[in-house]
């Protein structure tokens, strides 16, 4: 991993330690050394869609400094989600479209991991109204071969809104959180609720996410 700016480092090394022929080092060592400030690099431009950019970019870092950027693209009117890697040791890595589906999505959000993991989630909306959660991982070097209907209790549901999505990787676990609204027409209650739903990095999500929060209003 890379070492802090400006920090100090003390290195030390015991007769503990043998060489390939199983000799034990003659004496301890030590070193104390601190780490020259950064420079910035030239910039660079993950995407440049002025004619086509849908409006907002999310990024995230892993403990290497390699960067994913995530970007919506406007195309035939539809809202659809990009992503983008930018690795310290070889620069901008080729595009890659996360979905596939003809609805808009809005409210992406992105988590890495310190260990170069990733994950991707977002909302979309169909013809009706409905609000769908959609999440796409980046393990082990590769992204998942679609996306994937994170919340699937919440399909065919008319007239939901869901507030921006949280999301967190970290220990072999990816985490979404979202707060959802749901209007019953009658009579005019509305539905707040707070709804979490958790997998393993490479594991299937659950059917239905769990609600932690929930409250009623009637009018």
């Not at 503990?16 to 000799?23: F, I, M």
């Not at 301890?28 to 002025?50: I, L």
């Not at 970290?170 to 979404?176: A, L, N």
Request: a negative charge.
């Amino acid at each position: 991993h890379r070492l802090s700016l400006l920090a100090p480092y003390d290195v030390s090394v015991s007769q503990g330690v043998n060489d390939v022929g199983g000799q034990a080092l003659k004496a301890s060592f030590a070193s104390k050394f601190t780490v020259r400030d950064g420079v910035w690099g030239t910039q660079t431009q993950a995407f440049d869609d002025q004619d086509t950019w849908g409006g907002t970019q999310m990024s995230g870092i892993d403990a290497l400094g390699n960067t994913l950027v995530v970007w919506q693209r406007s195309e035939d009117g539809i809202s659809n989600l990009y992503a983008r890697w930018y690795r310290a040791t070889a620069g901008w890595q080729p595009e890659v479209a996360l979905e596939s589906l003809p609805e808009t999505c809005f409210y992406p959000r992105v988590a890495v991991s310190p260990e170069g993991d990733a994950i991707v989630t977002w909302f979309t909306s169909d013809a009706n109204g409905n609000i769908k959660v959609y999440a796409r991982r980046f393990v082990s070097g590769a992204w998942e071969p679609s996306e994937l209907n994170v919340a699937p209790m919440f399909d065919g549901i008319f007239n939901t809104y869901a507030e921006a999505p949280a999301v967190a990787i970290g220990g072999g676990q990816v985490v979404i959180s979202w707060f959802s609204v749901h209007y019953i027409p009658q009579p005019y209650e509305t539905d707040y609720t707070l709804q979490q739903t958790a997998a393993t990095l490479d594991g299937a999500w659950p059917d239905n996410p769990t609600g932690v929060f929930s409250s009623y209003y009637t009018f």
